[in-house]
């Protein structure tokens, strides 16, 4: 019979797995910065093994389920379901594999984080930096004026002096709507921790931390992608308001002239300089901006597969769409994805699984905001405030993109999601 206890009591590497684990969870950001995604997928299988003997060889180890873990393993019943269903079975099964190592990464930090809170603060630090780091080259790249590497930015109506030069830091594939996406990703967590420092009375790491958010909002700016503009604005609404909780009351001068002094930048960033000014516009310019009115197509089209697939969907996987789209596109316009997360969702999985997926998401914001609102423990609202807010940034982003699907935001997202699991229950 199988002794958990003995094997674990005459075992070092067991006794001390989780440091095994955590450093292999900070290297899952640092190579998202610069490697591909097979290679980024091997570290997070790796946790998840590590993971998978923890809980088979630790006496006392199990596997619980929050109210938004049954969400969100009912969202990958059905995706599996999807896939046994799907008429191309060989592709979809790749984009299950996807799907199946984000989940499981995921429930593999919330089992790490329930016996190490303590280690919140090293891992959205590590996400901080590398996003500060991926800043700093995205400044220094808006310097030097690369040469377009996206086709989706129309300049039929711009003066070539007003054309924006599009930055895309080190992410592969470079794209400036994934570089765009993943500050915005990250934005919260190196504002948050300006802060964490502050709470610490540590003055000086929370000037730098300021100065980084800085440098990151610029960069935003830089990448020209419209949908991250508009997640960063969603972005420094939930921040107003969740700092508004323990500043209003005793700092209110101070704190409206810090939020009107950072409008009032952002407002004369849009209005003064002519490349973003009318980057920005163009979100409004409807058909008149090619770009808007490739993904209006692109929407019909993926709206005409969910009503011909709309209970079981056609496969995850962004190939297994690909070949599907290709019945239902317009001349002209081929697409990789729906452009759009939750249509791609439902396209992909079906009705159920789209249903799901946002239980999930809703389940997981009550929890956070509960927390937030009737904690008393400042250093864990933070915390919890960061990935609310990152995870709302991103699922705004979602509405005209699918870079989210992409691992570099993939493995950051579900981090944030069991930093709030792990705070916001007892397990």
């Not at 389920?65 to 995706?79: D, K, N, R, T």
């Not at 420092?197 to 540590?202: G, L, S």
């Not at 808007?292 to 969907?313: E, H, I």
Request: charged residues 10%; proline residues 2%.
């Amino acid at each position: 019979m199988f002794n958990r206890a003995y094997l674990y009591e005459n075992s070092l590497f067991l006794q001390n797995i989780d440091k095994f684990i955590l450093p292999l969870i900070l290297l899952t950001f640092v190579v998202s910065t610069f490697m591909n995604s097979d290679t980024i997928g091997f570290f997070a299988l790796i946790i998840m093994f590590l993971t998978f003997v923890k809980l088979i060889a630790t006496p006392n180890e199990k596997l619980t389920f929050s109210h938004p873990e049954i969400w969100l393993v009912a969202y990958f019943m059905f995706v599996l379901i999807s896939l046994c269903g799907s008429t191309l079975f060989a592709l979809s099964l790749k984009g299950f594999f996807k799907t199946f190592v984000y989940i499981g990464y995921y429930f593999s930090i919330a089992i790490y984080l329930k016996n190490n809170k303590s280690k919140i603060p090293i891992i959205l630090g590590t996400i901080a930096i590398c996003t500060s780091i991926e800043a700093l080259i995205g400044c220094f790249q808006s310097t030097l004026h690369l040469d377009a590497i996206s086709t989706w930015q129309d300049t039929s109506r711009l003066n070539p002096e007003d054309v924006l030069s599009r930055v895309y830091g080190t992410l592969k594939p470079f794209n400036p709507n994934l570089f765009g996406g993943y500050l915005v990703c990250g934005l919260p967590a190196v504002i948050g921790s300006a802060f964490y420092f502050f709470n610490k009375r540590n003055i000086k790491f929370s000037a730098i931390s300021i100065v980084a958010s800085l440098l990151t909002i610029y960069a935003i700016l830089q990448t020209g992608c419209r949908g991250a503009y508009l997640a960063m604005l969603l972005i420094f609404a939930c921040i107003f308001i969740v700092t508004a909780k323990f500043f209003w009351k005793s700092y209110k001068k101070i704190y409206l002239s810090i939020i009107g002094t950072a409008i009032g930048t952002f407002v004369m960033g849009i209005t003064f300089v002519n490349a973003l000014r009318l980057r920005f516009l163009s979100i409004f310019a409807m058909r008149g901006d090619s770009s808007n009115s490739f993904r209006f197509n692109v929407y019909n089209s993926s709206l005409q597969m969910f009503k011909d697939n709309w209970l079981l969907g056609i496969g995850v996987g962004n190939k297994n769409f690909r070949e599907i789209y290709g019945l239902y596109m317009k001349t002209g316009f081929d697409a990789l994805s729906a452009y759009n997360i939750y249509l791609e969702t439902a396209v992909e999985s079906g009705i159920f699984a789209l249903i799901a997926f946002l239980g999930f998401l809703f389940s997981l914001s009550y929890n956070g905001v509960k927390y937030v609102l009737n904690s008393k423990d400042i250093e864990n609202i933070i915390f919890v405030s960061i990935c609310l807010v990152a995870i709302w940034g991103v699922m705004f982003h979602g509405l005209v993109d699918t870079i989210y699907f992409r691992p570099q935001l993939q493995f950051i997202f579900w981090t944030y999601a069991s930093v709030i699991t792990c705070l916001c229950k007892n397990r």
